[in-house]
């Protein structure tokens, strides 16, 4: 079993800067695949960034691909999305999520565990 948290949210300026974070539970944080997923009003939920489990491999959507950078920390059980260049079409609520399959997925459904979301809001 994996709990995350996420934290890091706000509102920020287009143009400006977010560094989110997920805390995860669990003495196996370092086996998971780490996702950010986004979902915003009436859309549904979509892949942002995924780093994988055994070589730290990064994937991304193309429309954050540049401005956003996903990492983590194994010591400390933390995923973190550094987002720079924030358009107004980045507000969503941000999701973690983990991944037990051998391989990058991009869709939720291949997320095992999920944190309860933290709200990204760019103003223009």
């Known amino acids: 079993q994996v709990q995350l948290v996420e934290s890091g949210g706000g509102l920020v300026q287009a143009g400006g800067s977010l560094r989110l974070s997920c805390a995860a539970s669990?003495?196996?944080?370092?086996?998971?695949?780490m996702g950010w997923f986004r979902q915003a009003p009436g859309k549904e939920r979509e892949f942002v960034a995924a780093?994988?489990?055994?070589?730290?491999?990064?994937y991304y959507t193309d429309s954050v691909k540049g401005r956003f950078t996903i990492s983590r920390d194994n010591a400390k059980n933390t995923v973190y999305l550094q987002m720079n260049n924030l358009k107004p079409e980045d507000t969503a609520v941000y999701y973690c999520?983990?991944?037990?399959?051998?391989?990058?997925?991009?869709?939720?459904?291949?997320?095992?565990?999920w944190g309860q979301g933290t709200q990204v809001t760019v103003s223009s």
């Open positions: 999520a983990a991944s037990g399959y051998w391989r990058i997925y991009y869709s939720p459904g291949h997320y095992n565990y």
């Open positions: 669990g003495r196996t944080f370092s086996s998971y695949t």
């Open positions: 780093i994988s489990w055994n070589d730290g491999s990064t």
